[in-house]
C-alpha cells in the first residue's frame, strides 16, 4: 500500500530518502514554533530555508528530491513563492529573450522574486486591480504607481521582507488607452543592501491566523511612486507593446495570463491529500490508543476506534485522503498535457483545465480544512494541545480556502463551465470531464437499479447515480436560467444553485478517477482490495452526506438512499482490521507528523506527560507575575463577607 500510496517504488524511496534527510537535521526541528515570537519565527524560517538551498545545492539534489524535501520542512516560506509562483509565472508569460534572461537568475536563486497580483481592495476580482502601468514612449519604459490606498499590493508571499523582485499584475495604458491587466517584473530592493528603491514602500502586512503556522511567511505590502522600468520587462508572450507605443495582441489567449494560478491550482490538489492523510494518521492512530468506557469485569475498556459513530467520522476521511490522492495524480496528468499543448500554441483544452483546476482545487481544500478540524474534534480534549499537531495545521492550512481563489469564486467559474457546456449540447459533443452529459437523455430517463445494499458494490451504479445527479442538476439550472432576460442577472440570482452544481461535477470526478485508479493493475496482495472498499466509502459517504440533491433530482428512492447507509456501516467494519496499516502506509516519520497523538509507537501518555512538564511556565513552581498580581488578591482584607 505505501507503493500504492507513493506512486511507485522509486517515489517511495525517494520521498523517504528526503524525510529522514529533514528528520534527522537539527535546522528543521520545529516543536518549538508555536512559542517563537515573530521576529525569532521569521529569523529561524530563513535560517531554515538557506540551509535547505544549501542541501539542494551541495548535494545536487533533483527538482524532484527538492520539492519533496520542501514538504517535509513543513514550514512555508518566501522560497515557495519564489520557486512555485514566480518562476512559473516567468516560464508561462515570458517571451524566448525574457525567460533566458531572467530564469537563470531565479534559478540560481540570484534574485528572489514574488507574485504580486492581489490589493487591498480587490482578490477575486483580477480585472478590477487598480495599479497602473502607463507606456512612456520617450523613455521607453513603463510607470509603475499606486494611484489609490487600495491599490496597494497586499497579500503576496515573501514580499514583505524577503523578495528582491516582484511579478506585478496592473492595468496596462498605452496612448491613453487601457489595455487589461499584465504581468511586470520589477525589482523592489537593492540587490547590494537589500533596501527599498526609489519610489517603493514595502513591509509586512503583520500577525495571521494562529501560533508559529503561516507566519512563517512574510505577507507584505507595496506601494509604488511612479516607479519605472524598461518596456522589456512587461510579460510579453501574451500581448506586446512596441517601442513606438503600439499595443498588439498575439494568437496565444489572454487567459493565459492567468496561467499561473492554473499551475498551482493543481499542485494545491496534489497537497490537499498529504494535510489530510497527516490529520488523519494522528487521529486514527490515537482512537486506537485511547479507550472510553466499555470495561467489562475489570477488563480494558473499548477503544474508541471500535465505535461506530467515531468510525462513520473518521473512515470517510481516510477514504477522502486517498481519493484526493488519486485525482491529485491525474490532475497533474491533466496539466502536464495541457502544458504541452500550450508551448505547442494549442488552447483547446485551456477552458476544461481552469474549470479541473478551480473545481478540485475548492473541493479538495474545504475538504480538508473541515477534515483536520474533524480529527481535532476525534482526538477529545488532547487534540485542543498544540503537540496533537491538529492546531497548527489547521492554523497553516485554512487559507487554502482562500489563496488562489476564493473557493466559491472559483466554483462559480465551474459553474460558467457546467452551463456553457449545456447550451452546447444540441450541436457540440461534450469531451473530457464533461463527455458524461452527451448521455444527458438517458441519465435524466434512467432511474437507480439498487434493490439490496449489496447491489451499491458496483462501481457501474455508483458511477451512474453521480453523473444523474449532476447531469440533472446541471440542466435544471440551465432551464432557471433560461427564464431570465439578462443570463447574467440569471446567473446571479441562482448562484447558491449553480454552486451546487458544481459541487455534484467535482465529486463526480473524484468518484471516477477513484474508480478508474482501480481498473489499474495494482501490485501487492489485498491491496487493490483495500482500495476499493475505501472507494466505496468514499462515494457511499458522499452519497449519504447529499442524499437531499440525489432524491430530489429524482434519480434515488428514499429505500435507495437507505441501502446505501447500510452498506456504509458494513464497509466501516471491513475498513476497522487495517486502518492503522493504511495510515502507516502514508509513510510519515513522527518528525513530519509532528504530533504525540500519532506517533508511532502509540507511546502517547508518557511523552504527553513529558512534554507538559517542558512548557516554559513549568520552568519554576511559582509563577512570574504571583507576587505582583495574585499574592495581593489573595492577601486583601474585604471589608464585608459579601462582595
Ligand atoms: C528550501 C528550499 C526550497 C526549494 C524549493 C523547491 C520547490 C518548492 C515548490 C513550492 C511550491 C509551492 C506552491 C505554491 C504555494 C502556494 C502558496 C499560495 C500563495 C497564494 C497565492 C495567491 O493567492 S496568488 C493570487 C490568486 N488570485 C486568484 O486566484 C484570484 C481569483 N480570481 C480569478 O482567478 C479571476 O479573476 C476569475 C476567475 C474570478 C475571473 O473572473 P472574470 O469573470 O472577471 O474573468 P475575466 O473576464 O477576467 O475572464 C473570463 C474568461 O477567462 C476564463 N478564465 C478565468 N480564469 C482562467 C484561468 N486561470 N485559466 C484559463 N481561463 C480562465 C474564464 O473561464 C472566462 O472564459 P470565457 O470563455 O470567456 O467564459
Ligand atoms: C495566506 C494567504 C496568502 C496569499 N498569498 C498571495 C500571494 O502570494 N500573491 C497574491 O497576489 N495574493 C495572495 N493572497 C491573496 C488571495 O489570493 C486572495 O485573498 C484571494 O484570491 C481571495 O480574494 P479576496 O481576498 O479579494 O476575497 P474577496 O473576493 O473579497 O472575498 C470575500 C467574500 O466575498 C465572496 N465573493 C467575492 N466575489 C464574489 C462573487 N463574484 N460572487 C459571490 N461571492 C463572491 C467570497 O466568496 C468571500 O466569501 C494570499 C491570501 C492569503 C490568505
Not at 489573595?634 to 471589608?639: G, P
Request: charged letters at 20%; proline letters at 4%.
Amino acid at each position: 500500500m505505501k507503493v500504492a500510496w507513493a506512486g511507485s517504488r522509486e517515489t517511495l524511496e525517494l520521498s523517504d530518502r528526503m524525510a529522514k534527510l529533514v528528520a534527522n537535521d537539527p535546522v528543521f526541528e520545529k516543536f518549538t514554533r508555536p512559542m517563537l515570537g515573530r521576529k525569532e519565527l521569521f529569523k529561524n524560517t530563513l535560517r531554515k530555508a538557506a540551509h535547505g538551498w544549501k542541501l539542494i545545492v551541495d548535494l545536487r539534489l533533483t527538482e524532484e528530491e527538492a520539492k519533496w524535501l520542501r514538504l517535509y520542512i513543513d514550514e512555508p516560506a518566501y522560497t515557495d513563492l519564489h520557486w512555485g509562483m514566480f518562476i512559473p509565472a516567468i516560464e508561462g508569460q515570458g517571451t524566448e529573450e525574457q525567460k533566458k534572461k531572467w530564469l537563470p537568475l531565479a534559478q540560481k536563486m540570484k534574485i528572489i522574486g514574488c507574485y504580486a497580483q492581489t490589493e487591498l481592495g480587490h482578490g477575486s476580482n483580477v480585472q478590477g486591480l487598480e495599479t497602473t502601468a502607463t507606456f512612456d514612449p520617450q523613455a521607453d519604459e513603463f510607470v509603475i504607481h499606486s494611484p489609490t490606498l487600495t491599490s496597494s499590493k497586499w497579500w503576496p508571499g515573501g514580499l514583505g521582507k524577503a523578495s528582491t523582485h516582484a511579478l506585478v499584475y496592473a492595468r496596462l495604458i498605452v496612448g491613453g488607452e487601457f489595455h487589461g491587466v499584465h504581468g511586470f517584473i520589477v525589482q523592489l530592493r537593492s540587490l547590494e543592501d537589500h533596501s527599498p528603491l526609489p519610489g517603493i514602500t514595502v513591509g509586512d502586512i503583520g500577525l495571521k491566523f494562529g501560533n508559529g503556522a503561516y507566519n512563517t511567511m512574510d505577507n507584505g505590502v507595496l506601494r509604488f511612486d511612479h516607479v519605472r522600468i524598461p518596456r522589456n520587462q512587461m510579460l510579453m508572450r501574451v500581448s506586446q507593446v512596441t517601442k513606438e507605443g503600439k499595443y498588439m495582441q498575439s494568437d496565444v489567449p489572454r487567459q493565459l495570463i492567468y496561467g499561473t494560478m492554473v499551475y498551482v491550482r493543481q499542485t494545491i490538489v496534489v497537497d490537499a491529500s498529504k494535510a489530510l492523510s497527516r490529520a488523519v494518521c494522528i487521529a486514527t492512530r490515537y482512537s486506537a490508543v485511547r479507550r472510553q468506557f466499555g470495561s467489562r469485569n475489570g477488563g480494558p475498556e473499548t477503544q474508541v476506534i471500535d465505535y461506530k459513530t467515531q468510525q462513520s467520522r473518521l473512515f470517510p476521511l481516510l477514504a477522502s485522503a486517498y481519493a484526493f490522492r488519486f485525482v491529485g495524480e491525474w490532475l497533474k496528468w491533466l496539466y502536464m498535457d495541457v502544458k504541452q499543448r500550450l508551448e505547442a500554441n494549442d488552447f483547446s483544452t485551456l477552458p476544461e483545465a481552469h474549470a479541473c483546476t478551480a473545481g478540485l482545487k475548492s473541493l479538495t481544500t474545504t475538504a480538508t480544512a473541515d477534515g483536520i478540524e474533524e480529527c481535532r474534534k476525534l482526538c477529545g480534549g488532547h487534540g485542543y494541545l498544540v503537540s496533537s499537531g491538529l492546531p497548527e495545521l489547521f492554523a497553516v492550512y485554512i487559507p487554502a480556502c482562500t489563496y488562489e481563489g476564493d473557493n466559491v469564486v472559483l466554483l462559480l467559474q465551474v459553474a460558467r463551465f457546467i452551463v456553457k457546456t449545456v447550451s452546447e449540447l444540441g450541436y457540440k459533443q461534450p469531451v473530457g470531464t464533461t463527455a458524461y452529459m452527451g448521455r444527458v437523455a438517458t441519465l435524466m430517463q434512467n432511474n437507480c437499479a439498487v434493490r439490496t445494499a449489496e447491489d451499491w458494490l458496483n462501481p457501474g451504479a455508483i458511477v451512474e447515480a453521480f453523473e444523474a445527479r449532476a447531469a440533472r442538476m446541471a440542466v435544471a439550472c440551465g432551464r432557471q436560467l433560461a427564464k431570465f432576460e439578462n443570463p447574467e442577472e440569471g446567473f446571479a440570482e441562482l448562484a447558491s444553485d449553480l454552486v451546487e452544481a458544481s459541487v455534484a461535477h467535482c465529486q463526480l470526478i473524484v468518484v471516477s478517477k477513484f474508480i478508474e485508479k482501480l481498473q489499474q493493475d495494482i501490485p501487492g496482495k489485498g491491496v487493490k482490495q483495500s482500495l476499493e472498499i475505501l472507494c466505496y466509502v468514499y462515494a457511499l459517504f458522499l452519497l449519504h452526506k447529499h442524499q437531499g440533491d440525489f432524491l430530489a433530482v429524482g434519480y434515488l428512492t428514499p429505500k435507495q438512499a437507505l441501502l446505501a447507509n447500510d452498506q456504509l456501516r458494513t464497509l466501516y467494519s471491513k475498513v476497522r482490521p487495517n486502518a492503522i496499516a493504511l495510515v502507516d502506509s502514508f509513510n510519515y516519520t513522527d518528525h513530519y507528523l509532528g504530533s504525540i497523538l500519532g506517533r508511532y509507537d502509540g507511546n502517547v501518555y508518557p511523552k504527553l506527560y513529558e512534554a507538559a512538564w517542558e512548557d516554559p511556565l513549568n520552568d519554576s513552581d511559582v509563577a512570574d507575575g504571583f507576587h505582583q498580581y495574585v499574592q495581593p488578591i489573595l492577601k486583601q482584607k474585604l471589608h464585608s463577607a459579601k462582595l
